[in-house]
Every structure is written in C-alpha cells, then in structure tokens.
C-alpha cells in the first residue's frame, strides 16, 4: 500500500503497523467505568451520570483529535450495571472510533464490617473503526501542474474493501479497596478515614477484535493495566491520593504517576482539589477542580514532553469533565 500523506490521519498507523492501540484520557480516575469494569455502580447513591471531552493537538492540526466519553450506572446492593459510550474522531481523514458496551459489577467480599471490598467487573459490547475515504489524498494524486498541487479526480490507486468494521468486545478487572463508606468525600466519613488503599487490574479486548478495511491484518490487542494507590488523610480539611498506573498493549508500555490533594471548604460544603500527572517522556497533566452535593466538575491540560513538542511548543490537550452522582439522602446527612 502506498503511503498517505497526511500522516496525521490516525488509520495510518493501524494500516501501516499494522496494529491498532486504544485512545485514553488524561484524568482516566475520573471516568470510573473506563478505567476499570468494576467500578460499575461502586457508590452509594441511586445512579451516577459521567461526561468527558477532550480535543488534542488543536496547535499543530486543523483537524485535532476529539475524544467524548458518557457513561452512565447503577448500583444493585451487590450488583451494579450500567453503559458507556466512547467515541474518538482523529485528523482530516474523519477516522472515527466508536466503543459501546453494556457494563456489569459484582461484590464478592463477604466482610461483616463492611470494610474489605474485592469487586469484579465486565464489559461486553462493540468497537467499530470508520473512515472518509474522499477526505483522504495520496501520493499518486500529486501533480505539478499549477506549481505542484493533489488532485483528487485522479485515482487514488487504493484498494479498500470496506471504509467502516464493527467487532465484538471483551473487557474483565477486579478491584479491591478497604473502605467504610463508599463515597469517601463525605464530611462525617472524612472525619473517621485514615487511609484508604485500593488497587485494581484490568485486561481489554479479551477478543482482541480484527478492524481491517482491506489487504492488511489490523488487530486490536489486549491491553493489560495495574493500578494501585491511597487516599490520606493529613488533616481533617485536607486528603492527598498519590497513585500509579502501568499499561501495557502488544509492545508498547506506559506508566503514569499522579497526585491528588483534596481539601475541604467547611463554609460552602464543597471540596476543591488539583491533580499532577505524569506521563514520563510524553506528557505532564495539570487538573483543577471541585465536588459539591450531587457534583463534581475538573478541567485538565496536557503539556507535551514528548519529541513533538518542537512543533507543539508544549502545547497538548485540553480536557473537561463533569460527574451528576445522584446520593442517598438517608444515608449522606447534609454537611
């Protein structure tokens, strides 16, 4: 296959890698289900609604890749389920993403304090992979007539058999805390938490799904992830989580180390709190934000590390995200 031009389309790298890797967000804790399936319904509350948007590379693409994340669950005592949907859109090509799955949780700690909990998670649903063949132009569309320009009413001179695939979708974690209350940001549970550990392993694309739109094997490979961290409690206002995650998909490795410090603001009821990320040879992430009642709202930017900065002069991306977790009142008194 010839080699397209515009390398900023991202199909370029699953049809010449021939591999495909996922997209991920930067402020991954903040979308529960994304990050691990047993995180469905892991609350006390009624059901919780998440969203997130993020836009990459605006300062070197006309296109830049945009990624939106809703989801949305439930918990069932032991049981939780919900959805989520996951699309990401990448350069001029409308290369397109699209993730849906049903997501199910179950608790099998049988812990009479209600302290130890170890959940497992799965998700079964769909990924396609799609794209815009007349946005797309080739080598052999070059022509120098008019000073040298691509023409798109010449053949492309390639072969796809199809422009869209869809593929089954397998996703298995389990998830283990040591908590008394779910909903840790309550003021009469912050006052009586030390430390709170968790941990959690996940392995996607169980089926590793085959998106291929011609001659050459695209495979989605499994990607494995580890996570592990704490939440502490330095003072009564003030809660700091350090935590790590490492992914690992075909041979490519990723490690990230965040903190989080919350601190309470005890005349509005409300917790404001900031995140450091980092990405080692990629990204350093900065995010603000703030929890109050039913909500919890952060912004977050990237700044590139990476060799690409020469051309993004440090400039990354820029993501939003807004959580409505509708609580017990019964069992979540006011402040």
């Known amino acids: 296959m010839k080699k397209i031009i515009y390398i900023t389309v991202a199909f370029l790298i699953s049809v010449n890698a ?13 979308s529960p289900m994304l990050m691990n399936p047993a995180f469905t319904g892991l609350f006390d509350g009624q059901y919780r609604v998440h969203v997130q948007h993020r836009s990459q590379w605006s300062s070197i693409l006309e296109n830049p890749f945009k990624t939106v994340h809703i989801s949305f669950d439930k918990p069932f005592k032991r049981f939780g389920a919900g ?22 949780s179950y608790e099998v700690t049988i812990d009479p304090s209600g302290i130890q909990h170890l959940v497992f998670g799965t998700q079964i649903g769909m990924v396609q992979n799609s794209f815009d063949l007349s946005q797309l132009t080739f080598d052999n569309q070059y022509t120098s007539a008019f000073g040298g320009s691509f023409d798109q009413t010449i053949d492309n001179g390639e072969n796809f058999s199809k422009t869209s695939v869809i593929r089954p979708d397998v996703n298995f974690g389990v ?73 690992r998909q075909l041979n490519n490795n990723e490690f990230q180390f965040s903190t989080s410090a ?19 040879k990629d990204a350093f992430i900065v995010s603000l934000g703030a929890i109050y009642k039913d909500y919890r709202f952060s912004v977050g930017y990237d700044f590139n590390t990476s060799p690409l900065k020469a051309l993004t002069k440090g400039r990354g991306s820029f993501e939003i995200s807004i959580t409505y977790t509708k609580f017990n009142n019964k069992s979540y008194p006011m402040f």
Do not use: W
């Open 83 to 104: 959805i989520l949907i996951l699309n990401n859109r990448a350069g001029v090509g409308k290369f397109n993403f699209l993730n849906i799955a049903l997501s199910g």
């Open 262 to 280: 919350y601190y309470y603001i005890e005349n509005y009821g409300a917790y404001a709190f900031s995140t450091l990320n980092l990405r080692p």
């Open 175 to 247: 998830h283990y805390m040591m908590q008394q209350r779910f909903n840790y940001f309550n003021y009469s549970v912050y006052k009586m938490s030390e430390i709170v550990p968790f941990g959690g392993a996940v392995i996607f694309h169980l089926t590793q799904p085959k998106l291929t739109f011609g001659e050459f094997k695209n495979t989605l490979y499994r990607r494995y992830v580890a996570y592990g961290g704490a939440r502490i409690k330095v003072n009564i206002p003030l809660c700091l989580e350090p935590k790590i995650m490492y992914m």
């Open 18 to 30: 021939v591999k495909s890797q996922d997209f991920h967000l930067s402020q991954y804790d903040l």
